[in-house]
């Protein structure tokens, strides 16, 4: 799991939407997940990536405050990095 390296979200606190930019080093399947502190996943994205900077627009209207975590899985690659949700 790589943390903070090659991904970053904003705006951190979010309310209704998070901005998920990631750098791909190939074009490929991506997995975006968003993960309570539980552990249970609440909204997950998929879709291809490009070679270099992507850019995820994640909606937060249905998610309920509190902090979360938000998951990338690409190429083999698991970034991860704290989201804050307040509402």
């Not at 968003?34 to 070679?51: F, P, Q």
């Not at 209207?61 to 979360?68: D, N, P, Q, R, W």
């Amino acid at each position: 799991v790589v943390t903070n390296k090659a991904m970053r979200v904003y705006p951190n606190p979010a309310s209704s939407e998070a901005q998920v930019v990631f750098n791909a080093v190939s074009a490929g399947k991506y997995c975006i997940r968003l993960v309570d502190m539980l552990g249970r996943t609440v909204k997950e994205y998929d879709g291809m990536s490009a070679i270099g900077d992507n850019s995820v627009t994640m909606s937060l209207e249905s998610i309920h405050a509190g902090l979360y975590f938000i998951l990338v899985y690409e190429g083999g690659t698991v970034y991860t990095t704290k989201l804050v949700v307040k509402k």
